[in-house]
C-alpha cells in the first residue's frame, strides 16, 4: 500500500477560475481550528512578534519545521504546536482572524458544513488574564459568522475537554450551554489518549459528558487513535459518545467492532494524521482501516485533522484513500454519512443533506 502526496495537475489559472463555481459538496467533521492555521499566517505573526524562526527564517523553512514528516506516536505529532501557539493565545483578534481564514479555506476545498473542534482554554494567556474562554469562543463565532456571510459555508464549532486535565470538563460544559444556541453544537475530549487508557476517565469526565447526555448536548470522544479498542468501548459506554474521532483499533475487538456496525456508529477517518501518529503503520498492516470501514460499508466520514501539521489538506485526504482503491461512490457515502452523524439541529440538517444532492446533481422523484 503506498503512501505518496499525488500532485496537482490543474494549472493555477484554471484554478482560480473553477474556484468560484467549486460545488459544496463536502461535510468535515473532524478538524482542529488551532491545527488548522495557515502556515503563511503563522509566519506573519511570528515575525511580527519578534520570536525566533526556525531555520533560516523563510516560510519553506517554517513549514519544513512544523510538518511531522515520520511516523512516531501521538505526542511527537502535537509537538510543533508548541512553535505558533504564541501567535494566538489571548490574542481575540488573532482568534478571529485564524476562524475566518479557517472558512475561506474550508470553502476552498469544496466544504458545505464542517464542525471545527479545539480547547478555549488551550488559548487562555496567564499574561492577558482578562481573556476569557467566553471571549475566546465569542471570537471564533465572529469569524465563522463573517466566514459564513464571506465564503458561503456553514461553520459550528465543538468544544474539547483536554484528557489530563478534568477540572476543566465541567466549565466546558457549562461554556456548552451558555452558547448552544450561538454556534457550538457539541463537545470532545483529546489529548494524549495513550497514557491514561489504562486507568480509564476519571470520574469528572464521566459526570461531564453524563451531565451533557441528559442535557442532550452532543458528544463526539478521540478513541482507538492511541489507545487500544477498550478505548472506543468506553467512549460508547461511559462518555455516551455518539460519534468515534479515530477509532481505527476498533478492528482490534472483533465483538466491538461488530456492535459498532449493528449500531451505525460514526468513525471520523483521518488518513494522513492516522499514519503520522503512528496509530496506523502501513509497514504492519495488510490495509489501512478505512479500506475494511469501506468494505463493511461501516458509517465513517474523511477528515483532516491537523492540516498545519500533516501539511496536507482534505482534497489530499481523499487522494490516499482513492489511491488505496476506495471510488467516488464510496466519498460521496462518506459525506452523507458526515451530513447525517452532523451535530446539527434535525431541520438545518435536513437542508444540508437536500443541499449535497443539489451539488451532487441527485434529482428527486
Known sequence: MSFKKKPILIPDTLGEELHDHLPKSRVELHIHLDGAIRHETIWELLKSKNIPLPGNGSLTALKRDLSVRKPKDLMHFLDGFKTF????????????????????????????????????????????????????????????????TKYSIKARLILCCMRGRPDECIEVLRLCEMFRNEGVVGMDIAGDEASICESGSVEQEIAAFSEAKKLGIHRTVHAGEAAPAKSVEEALDKLHAERIGHGYRVLEDETLYKRCLKENVHFECCPHSSIFTGSVSLEHVVKHPVIQFAIDDANFSINSDDPTITNTYLPEEYDIVQSWGLTEAHLTRANFNAAKASFLPDDEKRTLIKDLRKAYGVIDG
Open 85 to 148: 501557539f504564541p501567535i494566538y493565545i489571548g490574542n481575540l483578534r488573532v482568534i478571529e482572524r485564524i476562524a475566518l481564514e479557517f472558512c475561506e479555506d474550508e470553502a476552498g476545498h469544496g466544504v458545505a458544513y464542517v464542525e471545527a473542534r479545539f480547547s478555549p482554554h488551550l488559548m487562555l494567556c496567564p499574561k492577558a488574564p482578562e481573556v476569557t474562554t467566553q471571549d475566546i469562543i465569542k471570537a471564533v463565532l465572529a469569524g465563522f459568522k463573517e466566514g459564513e
